[in-house]
């Protein structure tokens, strides 16, 4: 819920009727709460400031096989489900498939076990659950370790340490989004593992554009809310 409050465009959408009630007692400091607001919705809608937002996040090169050569284990982390959908049920969300999907591409390249991770932060089927049965029944990749229990990044690695380490595996091929892999390495690092990462692209790199695809739009304000959530959370971890 914090979150949510504290991300655009909630919070500058708050910050502007902010703006337009006090615009009767201070009026040129309500224009400008108001234009701010404004303005910065307007710039965080640009593909061009999202793009840099996100740029600001990367700290791995694509994999290398080379690298990643003597790791033990490929651990994928989840990025939540879609619930009650009619097609599937409880399924994983895009986010989610687009890691399993590189996870099973990995899998079949190196040959090495895979472990699941998410639980359910809402009480509903464990992400991990939804992600072994999608790997098994549409990528035709058997899941070796499922780790349900987590709530955050965090939970992801401390919980899929704790059992790979119980199988005295402590290197592993890590894969998550490129704007999520800065935060995952420090929680990896924590944990005691060793991880090589395995980041899966968000957007489209040195892709030319046409004309209107620079316009903003929704998806680069959604593009940018995901960077800023990242940055926050990287800023929480370093504090903490």
Same mark, same amino acid.
């Given at each position: 819920?914090?979150?949510?409050?504290?991300?655009?465009?909630?919070?500058?959408?708050?910050?502007?009727?902010?703006?337009?009630?006090?615009?009767?007692?201070?009026?040129?400091?309500?224009?400008?709460?108001?234009?701010?607001?404004?303005?910065?919705?307007?710039?965080?809608?640009?593909?061009?400031?999202?793009?840099?937002?996100?740029?600001?996040?990367?700290?791995?090169?694509?994999?290398?096989?080379?690298?990643?050569?003597?790791?033990?284990?490929?651990?994928?982390?989840?990025?939540?489900?879609?619930?009650?959908?009619?097609?599937?049920?409880?399924?994983?969300?895009?986010?989610?498939?687009?890691?399993?999907?590189?996870?099973?591409?990995?899998?079949?390249?190196?040959?090495?076990?895979?472990?699941?991770?998410?639980?359910?932060?809402?009480?509903?089927?464990?992400?991990?659950?939804?992600?072994?049965?999608?790997?098994?029944? %549409?990528?035709?990749?058997?899941?070796?370790?499922?780790?349900?229990?987590?709530?955050?990044? %965090?939970?992801?690695?401390?919980?899929?340490?704790?059992?790979?380490?119980? %199988?005295?595996?402590?290197?592993?091929?890590?894969?998550?989004?490129?704007?999520?892999?800065?935060?995952?390495?420090?929680?990896?690092?924590?944990?005691?593992?060793?991880?090589?990462?395995?980041?899966?692209?968000?957007? %489209?790199?040195?892709?030319?554009?046409?004309?209107?695809?620079?316009?903003?739009?929704?998806?680069?304000?959604?593009?940018?809310?995901?960077?800023?959530?990242?940055?926050?959370?990287?800023?929480?971890?370093?504090?903490?």
């Amino acid at each position: 819920m914090i979150t949510q409050l504290v991300l655009p465009p909630f919070c500058l959408l708050l910050l502007a009727l902010v703006g337009l009630t006090l615009n009767k007692r201070w009026p040129r400091f309500s224009r400008a709460v108001l234009w701010s607001s404004l303005m910065s919705i307007f710039l965080l809608s640009t593909p061009a400031v999202s793009g840099l937002l996100l740029k600001s996040l990367y700290v791995a090169a694509p994999f290398d096989p080379a690298v990643g050569k003597s790791a033990q284990a490929i651990v994928v982390l989840g990025g939540r489900l879609r619930q009650k959908t009619p097609e599937y049920g409880d399924t994983p969300s895009s986010f989610t498939l687009d890691r399993i999907r590189y996870g099973a591409v990995l899998a079949r390249q190196t040959g090495l076990p895979v472990l699941v991770s998410g639980g359910a932060l809402f009480g509903e089927l464990p992400e991990a659950t939804a992600m072994a049965r999608t790997l098994k029944d %549409e990528f035709g990749v058997s899941v070796r370790w499922q780790e349900n229990r987590s709530l955050d990044t %965090e939970d992801n690695l401390m919980f899929s340490a704790a059992m790979l380490k119980s %199988e005295h595996i402590n290197k592993v091929i890590l894969v998550t989004h490129d704007f999520h892999m800065l935060r995952a390495l420090a929680h990896c690092a924590a944990s005691g593992l060793i991880c090589v990462p395995a980041p899966v692209s968000l957007i %489209e790199r040195g892709t030319s554009y046409v004309w209107f695809e620079i316009l903003p739009s929704a998806r680069s304000l959604w593009v940018s809310s995901m960077a800023i959530h990242e940055i926050l959370g990287y800023v929480a971890l370093a504090l903490k």
